[in-house]
């Protein structure tokens, strides 16, 4: 009979460096890309890549091995009010920090942008709680928010959750 000896390492995965950085031109068609798949599944807005080219500083992206993992919109609603949109993780990233990676990446350019309040609209709060956003009740949002840029934009708050964060 033959006895295995135990190895305390039976393999090594090395996750490829992960840069989080300012979108690019070249960047909005892996953009809209990344948007869509999370569109079809209902988290967000479909962006065609007109669009995304439109607001493309705007965007904050997560690169690894070349290509696009993460991303997310920062779009400034007013004095010091910003809305977090368009945010997607690459199937093949989750779990690797990539989406908080681009939550951060969204704080530090909304910090330097003088934003100092996030909202955002989501049907998966627990995941922006864990980047830092906190549920607060639609009574508690701006009205003017709500209306300009939920309601006139056709949007809805059914099965939506309002989240907030606070710009350091």
């Known amino acids: 009979m033959t006895t295995m000896t135990a190895s305390p390492v039976l393999t090594t995965i090395e996750q490829p460096p992960m840069i989080v950085r300012h ?25 065609s890549p007109g669009e995304v080219l439109a607001m493309i500083d705007r965007f904050v992206v997560v690169e690894s091995s070349g290509a696009i993992i993460a991303c ?11 809305e ?5 993780v690459a199937e093949r990233a989750k779990g690797m920090g990539a989406g908080k990676a681009v939550l951060a990446g969204v704080v530090k350019a909304a910090d330097a942008e003088g934003i100092k309040e996030l909202y ?3 049907k998966i709060p627990a995941w922006f ?19 300009e840029r939920v309601l006139n934009a ?3 708050l059914e099965g939506r959750s309002a989240m907030c964060r606070k710009v350091p």
């Open 84 to 88: 977090v949109r368009s945010v997607a």
């Open 23 to 47: 979108a690019r031109v070249a960047d909005a068609p892996a953009i809209a890309a990344l948007v869509s798949s999370w569109s079809d599944q209902g988290f967000t807005l479909r962006r």
């Open 154 to 156: 056709g949007r809805s």
């Open 120 to 122: 955002l609209l989501t």
């Open 129 to 147: 709680e864990r980047g830092g956003f906190c549920a607060v009740p639609i009574e508690e949002v701006p009205s003017w928010w709500v209306r």
């Open 72 to 82: 997310a919109c920062v779009e400034e609603c007013g004095r010091h009010v910003g």
